[in-house]
């Protein structure tokens, strides 16, 4: 079973850079097209942005288009978030996920598998 471990989140201000990290502790890792969304008080969660198997198409939502960029080392098993030019209401819980369709997909009810999430907090 595929288990997601998030990383790199924190406190930074706005304008300020932060890359965010999710492993899989498995070796299946390049078969799953994998996400990342994200949850701020109150809110549902997000699609935030989406990378197919081989790393090759990638898909975001408009608000971050620019400023983020989702990435994936499939001999780590790693994939990433790095996020720059950082706003107030990017202020969220950010999960990763990993769906065994092909992708890049944009909805919560594709993904198979997620992780605990990590907390970034933009101060403005």
């Known amino acids: 079973q595929v288990q997601l471990v998030e990383s790199g989140g924190g406190l930074v201000q706005a304008g300020g850079s932060l890359r965010l990290s999710c492993a899989d502790s498995l070796r299946t890792f390049s078969i799953y097209a994998m996400g990342w969304f994200r949850q701020a008080p109150g809110k549902d969660r997000e699609f935030v942005a989406a990378i197919s198997r081989s790393g090759s198409t990638t898909s975001y939502t408009d608000s971050v288009k620019g400023r983020f960029t989702i990435s994936r080392d499939n001999a780590k098993n790693t994939v990433y978030l790095q996020m720059n030019s950082l706003k107030a209401e990017d202020t969220a819980v950010y999960y990763c996920?990993?769906?065994?369709?092909?992708?890049?997909?944009?909805?919560?009810?594709?993904?198979?598998?997620w992780g605990r999430g990590t907390q970034v907090t933009v101060s403005s």
């Open positions: 996920a990993a769906t065994s369709f092909g992708g890049p997909l944009r909805g919560r009810e594709q993904y198979d598998y």
